[in-house]
């Protein structure tokens, strides 16, 4: 897994699970921290996430709520799109285009 970028728009790769939980948490949670407005977390090229990245996802999700700012998800692959959607998630994520 990895993460580059800023405090207001993140590129998140490679597979989002328990191995790489605790670094992505600590990574998006200082982005949200650091700035202000919205915080994009740009998907494309994530290969796979599994119930513990997604749970990392909520989390950011919820700090950033915490914070004043909105975690939007951008380019989401299809296949988590489909689990957002049958987990209902997708109806409290922000999920652009």
Known sequence: MHIRGDHAELVVGGRLDV????????A???????????????LKDLDS???????????????????GRRLVLRDVPPRMQRVLVATRLHRILTIAP
Request: neutral net charge; charged residues 30%.
């Open 19 to 26: 191995r790489s939980a605790a670094d992505a948490r600590l």
């Open 28 to 42: 998006l949670h200082r982005a949200v921290d650091a700035g202000d407005g919205d915080l994009v977390l740009d």
């Open 49 to 67: 996430w599994d119930a513990t990245g997604l749970g990392v996802i909520m989390g950011t999700h919820r700090r950033a709520g915490r914070c």
